[in-house]
C-alpha cells in the first residue's frame, strides 16, 4: 500500500516538473513584457484555480485568518515580482541561463534564516554555499565576442539572481502559515498579482487576436493551476529527500526544451558550473556533508 502511495506521488512530481520545464518556452513564444506575462498568468490561473478551490470547498471563513492572510499576501507579493524578474532574465540570457541561476534558491533560503531567523550554518552547508557560487560563475562565463550586448547579459543574471532571492523569501514566509490549503495560498497570492501588476501592465500593447494567447492562457491553466495542483499532491506522499532530488527534473526539461527548440549552446566550463549548482543544492536540500567523517583510531 505505501509502495503505490509512493508511485502516486512519484508521477504526481514528475508531471509537475516536467510542466515547469515547459514554462521558458511558453513565456518566451506569447512574446510579451514579463509584466504583461505574469499579469495574465495571474489573471487565468485565478479563474483556474478559484474554479478548483470551489469544488473542492475551500472557501471556508476558518482558513482566512488574519495572521494566515497577512503571510500569505507578502509571499504572493515576492511570488508575482520573481515571476516578473524570472521572466525578464529569460528574454535577457536564455531560458537555460536564467533557469541554473534560478536554482540556486535554496542557499538564499539557507542565508535568509540564518540572518532573520538566528538559524546556524555549519561548515558543511558552508561549503557548499561556496561551490555553489564557483559553478554560477561558471554557468554565467561571459564569452563576449558572442554576445550581442555585454550589459543586458549581465543584467539578465541579476534578474535571475533577484527572482531566487524572491523565491526564498516566499519559501520562509510560507513556512509560517499554519493550517490552510496551499491551493487556497496559490489562489490568493495569484489573485494579487493581478492588483499589484495593473498598473505596470501595458495590456494595450497585446493584439486582440494571435497565437500569443494559446501561451498566456497556458501558462495560467497549466503552469499555474495544473502544476500546483500536481504539485501540492506529491507534496503530500513524498519523503523531503524525493522531492529535493526529483526538483532537479524541472531544469534539466528546461535546457532539452531551449536547446531542441532554440538551439541554445553551452560550453564545457558551463556544464561544469551546472553540475556543482546542482550537485550543491541538492546537498543543500538532504543536509549531506561536504567530507566524509573521518573515522576515529581509538588506542589501546
Avoid at 478548483?52 to 508575482?80: E, M
Avoid at 534558491?105 to 531567523?117: E, K, M, R
Amino acid at each position: 500500500m505505501k509502495t503505490k502511495h509512493n508511485s502516486g506521488g512519484v508521477l504526481d512530481m514528475l508531471i509537475a516538473m516536467i510542466l515547469s520545464g515547459t514554462l521558458g518556452v511558453f513565456v518566451v513564444e506569447s512574446d510579451q513584457s514579463s509584466f504583461n506575462v505574469v499579469f495574465y498568468r495571474c489573471l487565468f490561473g485565478t479563474l483556474a484555480l478559484g474554479a478548483f478551490c470551489y469544488y473542492r470547498g475551500l472557501f471556508k471563513p476558518a482558513y482566512f485568518t488574519k495572521r494566515n492572510v497577512l503571510i500569505t499576501l507578502l509571499g504572493g507579493a515576492c511570488l508575482v515580482f520573481n515571476w516578473v524578474f524570472l521572466f525578464k532574465s529569460f528574454a535577457l540570457t536564455s531560458i537555460t541561463i536564467a533557469t541554473v541561476v534560478y536554482h540556486t534558491q535554496p542557499f538564499f533560503v539557507l542565508l535568509l534564516s540564518a540572518l532573520i531567523f538566528r538559524t546556524t550554518i555549519n561548515r558543511h552547508q558552508l561549503l557548499w554555499v561556496i561551490t555553489a557560487f564557483i559553478g554560477l560563475v561558471l554557468v554565467t562565463d561571459l564569452d563576449v565576442a558572442t554576445l550581442v550586448d555585454v550589459n543586458a547579459y549581465i543584467a539578465g543574471v541579476g534578474f535571475a539572481l533577484a527572482a531566487a532571492v524572491l523565491y526564498a523569501v516566499l519559501t520562509l514566509a510560507t513556512k509560517q502559515i499554519q493550517e490552510q490549503p496551499p491551493h487556497l495560498t496559490a489562489l490568493m497570492q495569484v489573485a494579487l498579482g493581478i492588483i499589484l501588476l495593473w498598473p505596470f501592465a501595458t495590456l494595450s500593447d497585446v493584439p486582440t487576436i494571435g497565437n500569443h494567447w494559446y501561451y498566456l492562457i497556458g501558462l495560467g491553466v497549466i503552469h499555474t493551476c495544473v502544476m500546483y495542483i500536481y504539485l501540492y499532491a506529491a507534496f503530500q506522499r513524498l519523503p523531503v529527500t524525493s522531492i529535493a532530488a526529483m526538483s532537479f527534473i524541472y531544469p534539466v526539461v528546461a535546457m532539452i526544451c531551449d536547446y531542441l527548440i532554440y538551439g541554445t549552446h553551452i560550453n564545457l566550463s558551463q556544464i561544469l558550473g551546472i553540475l556543482l549548482v546542482f550537485i550543491s543544492s541538492l546537498a543543500v536540500n538532504l543536509k549531506w556533508r561536504f567530507l566524509p567523517v573521518r573515522p576515529r583510531i581509538v588506542s589501546n
